[in-house]
């Protein structure tokens, strides 16, 4: 998994409830980026960070927070977790945003159930 | 239109057999082309990766892109029953552009 790994892998919670999803990353390459993968809509982008302290939002941002305070750690936050943000979440990294290094590299995934 | 179209299956094929994987794509600015691999229940790993047109081949593994029909292929030949898991395209502009994801097709090679 390129040296990525993400916590926990597992999670139920309830509907209300905050949740913070880590993933954590050895290779010290600058972009990160959470996906959540759900049957009939595939990946999707949530959130991605291009830098310590630098974040932006994907396509489904919405209801979702992010923090980078180190290179290598990139948290995903549901500030009230609803039944909707029911999926898988898949963090990913890449080298850079151009070229070659477009390429991404991904976690082994969240496996999140609200209830 | 969505930007990128992928049937998603699911195909059975016997093993041995020669296997075609397709998107299609509407945004002619898309120039880097990759082709992932997904497991049950693991994350999507990279298989292939193409600049622009042509072809790419590693292996089993063939990649193609023809830009001016806006269609991306990939062929397994000698398809193995551990070639059995979704296939995701994806594909992006470079620079600022983020990548995009088809759906993914899942794929069952049978023994």
């Known amino acids: 998994d390129a040296g990525i790994t993400q916590s926990p892998r597992h999670k139920v919670t309830e509907t209300g409830t905050p949740v913070t999803l880590r993933c954590h990353q050895t290779?010290?390459?600058?972009?990160m980026y959470w996906y959540r993968q759900d049957p009939g809509h595939g990946l999707r982008l949530i959130h991605y960070?291009?830098?310590?302290?630098?974040?932006d939002k994907g396509e489904v941002s919405d209801g979702y927070s992010v923090s980078r305070s180190k290179t290598e750690d990139f948290l995903l936050t549901l500030e009230s977790a609803t039944s909707s943000q029911t999926s898988v979440y898949f963090c990913?990294?890449?080298?850079?945003?151009?070229?070659?290094?477009?390429?991404?590299?991904f976690g082994p995934g969240t496996r999140l159930t609200v209830l | 239109q969505k930007e990128v179209e992928q049937d998603p299956g699911p195909l059975s094929v016997p093993e041995g057999a020669i296997v075609s994987l397709n998107c299609t794509y509407s945004?002619?600015?898309?120039?880097?082309f990759m082709w992932y691999r997904q497991y049950s229940r693991k994350g999507p790993e990279l298989l292939m990766y193409?600049?622009?047109?042509g072809n790419k081949e590693d292996g089993r593994f063939t990649a193609q892109v023809d830009k001016s029909s806006k269609y991306i292929s990939l062929f397994i030949r000698d398809s193995q029953p551990s070639d059995s898991a979704t296939y995701l395209c994806?594909?992006?502009?470079?620079?600022?552009?983020?990548?995009?994801f088809g759906k993914g097709t899942k794929l069952t090679v049978n023994p």
């Open positions: 990913a990294i890449s080298e850079s945003n151009s070229g070659i290094t477009d390429t991404q590299y």
């Open positions: 290779e010290n390459h600058r972009y």
């Open positions: 960070s291009y830098g310590v302290k630098d974040t």
């Open positions: 945004n002619s600015a898309f120039q880097y």
């Open positions: 193409t600049y622009s047109s």
């Open positions: 994806a594909m992006s502009q470079g620079g600022s552009e983020k990548l995009v």
